[in-house]
C-alpha cells in the first residue's frame, strides 16, 4: 500500500488556500485594469505564465449553474457521503467475520486434544462430571457455531454493500457529470458569442490559437473541476473521516499509537518534495547553460555553417549537458532513498501496530482480533483516501485558473461592439470620406505610430488609389473606413459625419471590400457570394457574378453555383477565389468599395480578367484602390502617396512624376523590372513550348505555394504582410511560371495535410530506444533485480498479516507471544530490504535515464547542425522549437526505458509472486478468486484511466464546433466587414449540441463503469470469504489460509490495475523518441557532415553563375532568382546593387551552398557546386554580412571561430586584427583579446563587431570573400575605418559585394544591376553611366536603392 505517494499532497492543501487568499484581495483591482494599458497587459501576462492567477473561487465555477444543475450536484453529494462511508462499513463486517473465524478455530484446535469433548454446548474434560469443569472454569461453548451458515450471512452483507455501492457510485458520477455538462455547454455559447463581438484590435493581442484552446482545452479543464472530481472528492474525504472515526470509537489506543508514527512518514514526504524540488532545480540550471549555447548556435546557424563551426559546437553542448546529468542522477539517488525510507517506516508501523495491538488483544484483552483489524484498517484507509483525494485539488486549481482568463473574457464589454443596435443610420450616403488629423497605431504594436496626424479626403464617386512603400499605413487608413479600430486622435468622416455615431453593422453593410488574399468560406460558390447581403435572390447572384468576370468560369464547373471551395476557398485558384470575393461585394451593392491590392497576387492573364471586372464596378461609387502595380494605378482619378503615415502627395499619374517623390522611385524601379522580365517572359514562354514538363513543375509548386503563404497571412494581421514579403517581389508571385497557377487545384489541403504528418509521428519501437540505451545494461540488469524485490513485497506482507491472524486461536500463552514477536521481527526485516532495494532501483534507473537522455540530446543536436539550412527556414524548426525539443523530448525517452522497466517488472513479480502463494496454500480457494482477478484488473486500469479523464472522446465530440470555431476566428475580419457575426454565432451553437448529448450519454457509462469498479471488490470477496468456509468446514482447511489466500489475490489484482496508472507516460515517451529518430534518421539535402565530393589544391576561386533559379523552400510561390547569369574572374570584384528582396543575397547564400539552385548551376573553378565538398567550399569561402553575428565568448575565440580546422596561434590572430583594423582597438581593452563580447556581441559597438567579423573572415585566408553590406550598419566614421579594413582584405581575392551606397561599389571591377532576380545591366561603373539606363537613374536622382 504505497503510504508514500499519498501524505505529500497534505503539505499541498495548505499552499492552496494560502495561494488563494493572497490572489483575492487582488481580483478586483484587476478587473478594473483588464482594458487600460497595454504595458499592464503584458506585466500581467508575464505574471500569469509563473503561475495561473487563482482570482476565481472554487464555488464561482458554478455562476452559470439554474436551480435543475444545483439539485443535480447536491443529489450526487449526497450519494457520494453514503458511498464514502461504505468501506468503513465493510470493516465492521470484516471484523465480526474475522472473530467468528477465530472462534470457530479455537474450538477445533480444543476438541483436537482427545482428553476433551462437547456436551451441551460447552467443552467439556472428558473424565470430569459437570460440577468439576465448572469449577475449572470451563465454559467455552461448542457445537453452535455453524461456519457455513455465518459465512453465507456475511457473503449476504457483502453483496448487499456491494449492489449499494454499485447504485451510489452509478449516481453520483452521472448526476455531477450530466450538470457539468449542461454548464459547459453554456458557458461555451457564452464564450464565443462574446469573443465574436469583440474589437479587431482585440485579437490582435490575443492570438487566434490561442482562443482556439481556451474554446477547447480552458474549457475542459472548467469542466474537469465541476464534473466527477468533485463527487470523487466528496466520497475520498468522507471515507477518510468515516475511517478515523472508526478508529477512535473502536480503539482509540491503537489508532494514536499508529497516528503518532504518521509524522515520520509527513516529514520523509515533505522531504523528499522539497529535495526533488531543489535537484530539479539544479537539473534544469546545469541544463538551461547547455540549453543556451544550443539557443545560440542555433539561432546563428548561418554562421556556425559558414565557418564550419559544427563539430566544434557539438562539443562545447556536450561539455555543458556533463553537470546536468550529474545532477539528475542525484535525484534519482534520493528519490529512491526517500521512497524506500517511507516503505521501511509503513512496515516499522505495521510491526509496531500488530505487536502493540496484539498485546491489547492477548494480555489485557481489551479488544478482540476483530476489533485489532478494523482498527488497524481503518486509520489506514483513511490515509489511502486521504492520499487519493489530493489530486482533484489539482484538477480544482486548474479549472480555477482556466476559468479566470475564460470569465473575464465573458465578464469583458468589447470597446467597439459589432452587434450593438446603437448609432443612427443615415437616409441618404453620398460617399464622401474624410480623415481629419488622424493619429493611430494597433493595440498590440503601441510603440509603433502607424498613421500620424493623416489628413485626406476622398471625394465620392471617385477613384482614389493609395500608394507607397509598406508600412506607410495605406491598409490601415481603409481598416479605419470600416471601423475595425478607432483613432486615437482625430476622426474618419462619412458624408461630414462621425463615424463612431453610425451604427456599426450599417455602415459595414454600405462597404464591398476585395483583399489581396481573399477569403472563401468552406461552402458553395452561390453561398459564398450570399454571404454579401443576407436573404439574396439567385438573379441577383447571378447578376453580381456577371459583373465580376466570374459567370463563365462559374458556368464551366460541372456543378456551376453549387461548386463547394473547399477550405478556406483552396479548390480555387487565385484569379477565380479574386473574382468570388468581388462578386460577393458587389452583392451587396455597396456604396463605397475598398480594394486592398485587390490583384497584386495574381498572374498576368488573370490580372487583366479581373482588373477589368473592377474597372467596370468601380463607376458611380467611391472607391478606393491600394496597389503596387503601376498598371492598375495609372488610371485612378486621384493618386495619394503615403509615408510615414501621412499622405504626402497626390494628383493624377503626370503631375507626380513631375515631383520625383514617393510615386517617382517607385516607378523608375518598377518599369525597368518590368521591360526586363518581359524579356524574360518571351524567352521562357519559347522554352516552355519545347518543354512541357516544366509546366507542371510550376503548377504544383505555385499550389503549395499558396497554401503556405495563405497559412502565414492568416497569422498576421493583415497590415504586417507587406513587410514580410519585400514589395518589389509581391507582385511577381505568379508573373513568371509560363501558365501561372490559374488552374492550380493543389492547395490548401495540401498544407494541411503536412502538417498533420509532421505532427503524428508512428511511435518508436521500444526496441529501438533500448539500443541506444545498451551500454548501460549493467545498471538495468541491478535496478530490475531490485524492482523485482520491491514487486515481491506485496505478497509477503499477505502472508505475514494472516499469520498474525493465525496466532490469535494458539492456546499457548508463550508460543503466541513468541510467534507474534518473531512475526514483527519478520516485518521490520522486510522493511530493512525494501530500502535498499528501493534506493537500487532509484539509482540504477536513473543513471541510466541520464546517460540515455543526454546521448540522445547530444545526438539529436548533432543532427540539427548537420541539417541543410532551408530545413531552419520552416516554421516548425524555428530555433525556439528546437531547443525545446531537446529539453523535453529527450528528457521524455526515458520513461520508455528506465522506470519504465522497473515498474513492468515490479508487477509482473507482484502477480507473479503473489498467484504463487496462493496456489501453494489452496488452489481451490484461488481458482475461485481468480475467477474475479480480471475484473479486478479491469477495475484498477479503469480507475487509473479516470483519474486521467476521458479528454479524448470529448476532444472529437467538439471537432465540428471547433472548425466553424476556427474558421470564424481564423478570418474574423472578413467576417466583421461581411457583418456575420451573429450567423457563426447560430452555427456554433446548433454544432454544440451533439457533444452535449455525447456527454450525457458519457455520463451514464461512465456512472456504471465507475459504480461497477468500486463494487467488484465487494462480489469478490462475499463469494471468496463464503466459499472459504465451505472449505474450512469441510476440507479442514485453517482459516488462516484463506485470509492469506484473498489478501494476496487481492492486493496484485490491484497492482496490475495500478500499473497501468502510475507508468509515467509511456505513449508520450514512444512519440517523443520517435520524433527524435525521424530527425535523427532525416537526411540532409546538403550534408556537411560527408567528405563526398570533390576537393583540389589549387583552388582560384573562379565563380560563374548560369541561369540560376531559386525559391526559397518556405515560401515556394516567390521566385527570388530567375534566371541569374553573371561570372566572375579569380582576383576580381563584383558588386550588387537592386532594391531589396531583388535576390542580391540569395545568390551569394548559393554560393556558400546553403541552399542548391532549383534550375540552373553554379560553377566554382569550372565545377558544379553541388558535386563539391561542402566543409571543402566553405572554408574557401570567408563572409562578412551587415549584422555580424558574434558568440558570447572572448574577441579571441570570435576570431578563432574563422578557422575551425587547425589550431590557430595567437601571432596568426595578431596579425588578422591588424589587417582588419581592430588590433589597436583590442589593446586600448582592460582584458585585451580576453575581453568577453557578451551575447551576440552586445558589449561592443557596430563598427567594432564589424571588425571582429572581418578579422574572422581574413583568419581563414579565404580565397573568395563575400561582403553582404557589411558598411551599411555604420556611420561614417567607423565606415572609413571598416572601409579601408575591407579594401585591405580584398587584396588578391575573388569579392563579391552587396551594398547600398554608391561610393562602396564605384570601383568595383564589374558591377551587376539586379531587379526582380535578374541582372538588367553589367558592367563598370563608367559604362554603366553612359548607358543611362537604371544604374544611372540612381546614381543621378540620389534615390536609395533599396
Known sequence: MPGSVKLRSIKKFGQENGSYEFSDDEANADYMTVTSSNKDKKSKAGKKKEEPALRIGFFQLFRFATCREVCMMIGG?????VHGSAQPLMLLVFGLLTDTFIEYDIELNELRDPAKHCANNTIQWRNLTAEENLELNMTRSCGKLDIEYEMTNFAYYYVGIGSAVFILGYLQISLWVTSAARQIQIIRRLYFSKVMRMEIGWFDCNSVGELNTRMSDDINKINDAIADQVSIFIQRFTTFVCGFLMGFVRGWKLTLVIISVSPLIGVGAALMALFVAKLTGRELQAYAKAGAVADEVLSSIRTVAAFGGEKKEVERYDHNLISAQRWGVRKGLIMGFFTGYMWFIIFLCYALAFWYGSSLVVDTLEYSPGTLLQVFFGVLIAALNLGQASPCLEAFASGRGAATTIFETIDREPEIDCLSEAGYKLDRVRGDLEYHNVTFHYPSRPEVKILDQLNLQVKSGETTAFVGPSGAGKSTAIQLIQRFYDPKEGMVTLDGHDIRGLNIQWLRSLIGIVEQEPVLFATTIAENIRYGRPGVSHEDIVKAAKEANAYNFIMDLPQKFDTLVGEGGGQMSGGQKQRIAIARALVRNPRILLLDMATSALDNESEAVVQEALDKVRLGRTTISIAHRLSTIKNADVIVGFEHGRAVERGKHDELLDRKGVYFTLVTLQSQGDKALNKKAQQMAEEACADPDAERKSLSRAGSYRASLRASVHRRSRSQLSSVIPESSVPIAGELGPSSYSESYISKGMLAEEEEEEEQVKPAPVARILKYNAPEWPYMVFGSIGAAVNGGVNPVYSLLFSQILATFSMSDPLAQRGEINGICMFFVLVGVISFFTQMLQGYSFSKSGELLTRRLRRLGFQAMLGQEIGWYDDHRNSPGALTTRLATDASQVQGATGSQIGMIVNSLTNIGVAIIISFY?????????????????????????????????DKQAMEAAGQISGEALNNIRTIAGLGKERRFVEMYEAQL???????????????????????????????????????????????????????????????????????????????????????????????VYSDKGDKWADFRGDIEFIDCKFTYPSRPDIQVLNGLSVSVKPGQTLAFVGSSGCGKSTSVQLLERFYDPDFGKVLVDGRESSSISVQFLRSKIGIVSQEPILFDCSILENIRYGDNQRELSMDDVISASKKAQLHDFVMSLPEKYNTNVGSQGSQLSRGQKQRIAIARAIIRDPKILLLDEATSALDTESEKTVQEALDKAREGRTCIVIAHRLSTIQNSDIIAVMSRGYVIEKGTHDHLMSLKGAYYKLVTTGAPIS
Open 77 to 81: 453529494s449526497v450519494c457520494a457521503v
Open 921 to 953: 496454500f489452496s488452489w481451490k480457494l484461488s481458482l475461485v478468486i481468480m475467477c474475479f482477478l480480471p475484473f479486478l484488473a479491469l477495475s484498477g486500469g479503469f480507475q487509473a484511466k479516470m483519474l486521467t479523464g476521458f479528454a479524448k472522446q
Open 993 to 1087: 449540441e451533439a457533444p452535449y448529448r455525447a456527454a450525457l450519454k458519457k455520463a451514464n457509462v461512465y456512472g456504471a463503469c465507475y459504480g461497477f469498479a468500486q463494487c467488484v471488490v465487494f462480489m469478490a470477496n462475499s463469494a471468496s470469504y463464503r466459499f472459504g468456509g465451505y472449505l474450512v468446514r469441510h476440507e479442514g482447511l485453517h482459516f488462516s489460509l484463506v485470509f492469506r489466500v484473498i489478501s494476496a489475490i487481492v492486493t496484485s489484482g490491484t497492482a496490475l490495475g495500478r500499473a497501468s496508472s502510475y507508468t509515467p507516460d509511456y505513449a508520450k515517451a514512444k512519440i517523443s523518441a520517435a520524433r527524435f529518430f525521424s530527425l535523427l534518421d532525416r537526411i540532409p539535402k546538403i550534408s
